[in-house]
């Protein structure tokens, strides 16, 4: 853990604190401690801050390295003074999801919750690639956002309550055309989403935890709803196809969406890690210079010697600080793959919404996807279209020439238009992107390793940035208490939320 520590001769004190990592969590716990008065060097190995959210700038377009989803609603990110200098492009409410051909909106659900003081049914019919609609008004009833619901969609709930009983499942199935069970499916997926906006997380944080897979099978959602709605969607907002991620941690995560929705930072992810660098004192953040070695008081670096201190956070990803501080326990991870393309404009790519792909395994390995130009004008020079990708699984470990040319079919009928044609602009795999959460999740990992070294970053919380930015509090907490130093953050007041 140190070679600095036994050498004897003590370094002169770079600063009271050394940070590890300019990400995030490295970033929002030197916000926190100088704050608090003390002197603190981040040292980041890149050459710019940001860690996992980074942005690329190439031929006018802005490229995020990780094309993550910001949850509007997790109270630490929105406390942050960096948050409300910062301008959110919201997706068009809730999501769009496409299964068996067809393409649903879930809608407002926050609003239509509050219209109808319970479960609610929302949403309208979408359009389709170029401007088609795929749904008839019989699909769905008059199911517009806000809306009380009328006799035909009390009639669909009914129906949906009917279909979780076994007997007239069985009766039933056999009757229903696709377009039924799809609109049946939606409606169940819209009330069991509903249902979170009001919920306290404490409630949700009180149910038995399994893994998502498994509690969406002993809820009752019949398997049909799961796999063609709420699976494809809960993938996409954890990163993790399979489903292993704690139930708790889905539960919390479906209650952000649910609530607030999705939204990204105008002008790029790293829009946020620079307003946080540049909210610090002048010098704090050290560019260019990677960590090898650190003990409680000092850092060596690969080339800039040792710095000596009075306390060490490693503020890195899960991987990098399990080699830094051995002993530390590494999760095993969700690898993913973003795809970037210059795209021809079709009505679809004018449209701000996250599509989410439920029939991805049939038709390519696309789980979700965005025109990020519609949603966010600035991530392309005028006239340009930017469609954003995301692959999971197994399948982000296969070779970008491959998910390119597998892409390409899933991307036309997606948007319309001849996706062929459209030019892969950057592919960025990240084997580490998403530290796994499989259950039982501790969502409050020790940050404090020993007096003097701590850790901190999504993989001591959740593997979010709602999840980094509470580690750096609680973490910033702790030096503080070992320094005999007031906090005002008391580790009761942390949000629950993921
Ligand atoms: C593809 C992808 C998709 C994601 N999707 C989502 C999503 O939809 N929603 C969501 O909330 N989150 C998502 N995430 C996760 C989110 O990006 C992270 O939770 C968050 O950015 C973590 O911040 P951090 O500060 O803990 O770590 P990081 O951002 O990894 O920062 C760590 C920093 O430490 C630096 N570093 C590492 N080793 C050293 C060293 N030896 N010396 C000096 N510096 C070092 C790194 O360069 C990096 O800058 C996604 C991530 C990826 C990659």
Known sequence: MSSAAHTGRQPEPEADVVIVGGGLAGLTTA???????????????????????STDRLDGFRLDRSAQLLCPDWPELTRLPAFSALTTRPFAPGALLRT??????????????RGTGRAALTGRPDRGPEGRSDRRPEDYGDQRAGRRPDRRTR?????????????????????????????????RLRNALARFVTVPPERLLARTELSASQALSARGLPSRSVDTLVRPLLAALLSDPELTT???VADLTLRGFARAGLCVPAGGLSTLPELLAAGLPHGTVRTGIRAVSVATNAVTTEDHGTLGCRAVIVATG??????LLPGLRAPGFHPVTVLHHAARETEATRSPSLLVDAEAEREGPLSHTWAASAVD???????????????LGQAACDPVSVLDKASRAQLTSLYGGQAERWSLLAAYHDPHAV??????????????????????????????????????????????????????????????AA
């Not at 068996?100 to 919750?113: E, H, M, P, V």
């Open 435 to 496: 530290p796994a959460m499989p259950a039982p999740h501790d969502l409050r990992r020790p940050v404090r390793v020993l007096s003097g070294l701590y850790v901190c970053g999504d993989h001591r919380d959740t593997s979010s940035a709602q999840g980094a930015l509470v580690s750096a509090r609680r973490v910033a907490h702790e030096v503080l208490r070992d320094f005999g130093l007031p906090s005002e953050m008391a580790t009761t007041a942390l949000p629950t």
């Open 31 to 53: 916000r926190h401690l100088t704050e608090a008065g003390l002197r603190v060097t981040v040292l980041e190995a890149a050459e710019r801050v940001g860690g996992r959210m």
């Open 318 to 323: 899960a991987a990098e600080a399990a080699g």
């Open 155 to 187: 009639g669909a709930l009914n129906t949906a309550r009917a279909l979780t009983n076994a007997r007239s499942r069985a009766a039933m199935t056999g009757a229903m055309t696709g377009a039924m069970a799809g609109a049946v499916d939606l409606v």
């Open 377 to 391: 004008p600035s991530r392309a020079a005028p006239g340009e279209t930017l469609v954003t990708s995301v692959v």
């Open 246 to 248: 704690s139930s708790r």
């Open 100 to 113: 068996d051909g067809r393409t649903y909106r879930i809608g407002d659900l926050r609003r239509s919750a």
